[in-house]
């Protein structure tokens, strides 16, 4: 049976915690200023953010577009880090078990931008229809 120490309380800091909020969205320009999909990503959102009230989604609809963009977002930051990492230590040699991380991570961002866009579809298609003057499809 493993023995488990006992962890002390740690005395809040405001310092260390402001420097993380820091390192934080230094995270988010970096994957910003670095990463071409993380930009188109981030097209598409403001797409998404004006389509949303030029057609008048319900709050309901805008809290599922935001909830797939923002996983959309973080699974593109963290196959970042991933394949940064795996770069890191195969010192630009070919090593499997990287390849192998960096193509499921990169499978999990495709995965998470396929749902997005099948969230999009169902919001937005019954309002392009209308548009297009299909009438029975109203949203």
């Known amino acids: 049976m493993p023995h488990y ?72 930051m963290i196959n970042t880090a991933i394949e940064a990492l795996g770069d890191e230590i195969s010192g630009g040699e070919f090593m499997k078990m990287i390849g192998v991380a960096k193509d499921v991570s990169a499978g999990a961002v495709l995965l998470s931008v396929l749902f997005a866009i099948g969230i999009g579809l169902i919001v937005f298609l019954p309002r392009l229809f209308v548009l297009a003057g299909m009438p029975g499809l109203n949203p």
């Open 5 to 76: 120490k006992m962890v002390e309380p740690v005395k809040y800091d405001r310092k260390k915690h402001n420097i993380s909020f820091k390192n934080a969205f230094n995270g988010i320009m970096l994957a910003y200023k670095t990463q071409p999909n993380f930009r188109f990503h981030a097209l598409f959102f403001t797409l998404v953010i004006l389509a949303s009230y030029l057609y008048r989604v319900t709050l309901t609809e805008f809290l599922a577009l935001m909830v797939v963009s923002s996983l959309v977002f973080a699974m593109e």
